[in-house]
């Protein structure tokens, strides 16, 4: 199992489309109801793929690798706390859609292991950012100017709560479900090419 996990062909495929996801992230969309720092891209569709051929293993390789490359090409301009969220709410979305998926590998699986990845993606996206990230974040930009950016764009802000319950949970909904519909329609036809 092992042996086959890091073949040349798994590990090029990992390369290959952590390459594609980093690309993606140039390609980002601001939202009307959440800080500028909060921008959708859709660099978890080819991370996914893989990770239904591969395993949850894989996609967690290839959403570091991504993150990586990014690094490389674009830097950060978050002190590391953007591309740190990126990581873990990528992982907590890929690795239950994943396993989930190995476990009915058909379109139902699919559509559960998203549902299943979009809902731990959201519940654990909030509490990372309310607990770990924002803090974090704190520490180069005051909170209270973090909460009057996100009071600028979404009049349901005026804390660091609502902050997360109106801004952070419907970004990341809204992210899962894009990323879900494009991975559902998008699989068959890449899977067979991939493999």
Do not use: H
């Not at 654990?124 to 996100?150: H, R």
């Amino acid at each position: 199992m092992q042996k086959k996990f890091f073949s040349t062909k798994n590990l090029a495929m990992m390369a290959i489309l952590a390459a594609v996801g980093a690309v993606l992230m140039f390609f980002e969309v601001p939202l009307p109801f959440a800080p500028y720092f909060y921008e959708i891209d859709f660099s978890e569709v080819p991370i996914l793929i893989g990770s239904f051929i591969m395993g949850p293993v894989a996609g967690v390789v290839m959403e570091f690798v991504k993150i990586m490359l990014k690094l490389a090409l674009k830097g950060t301009w978050t002190f590391g706390v953007g591309d740190l969220g990126n990581f873990l709410i990528g992982c907590s979305f890929i690795v239950p859609a994943s396993i989930v998926y190995r476990r009915l590998k058909n379109k139902k699986g699919m559509l559960i292991g998203c549902i299943c990845g979009g809902l731990s993606m959201v519940v654990i996206g909030a509490f990372l950012n309310y607990f770990l990230l924002l803090p974090f974040y704190a520490q180069f930009m005051p909170i209270e100017q973090i909460i009057e950016l996100g009071a600028s764009v979404n009049a349901f802000v005026y804390d660091m709560k609502s902050l997360v319950l109106w801004a952070v949970v419907p970004f990341n909904a809204l992210k899962s479900l894009l990323v879900s519909i494009l991975v559902i329609l998008l699989y068959k036809r890449l899977s067979r090419v991939i493999s």
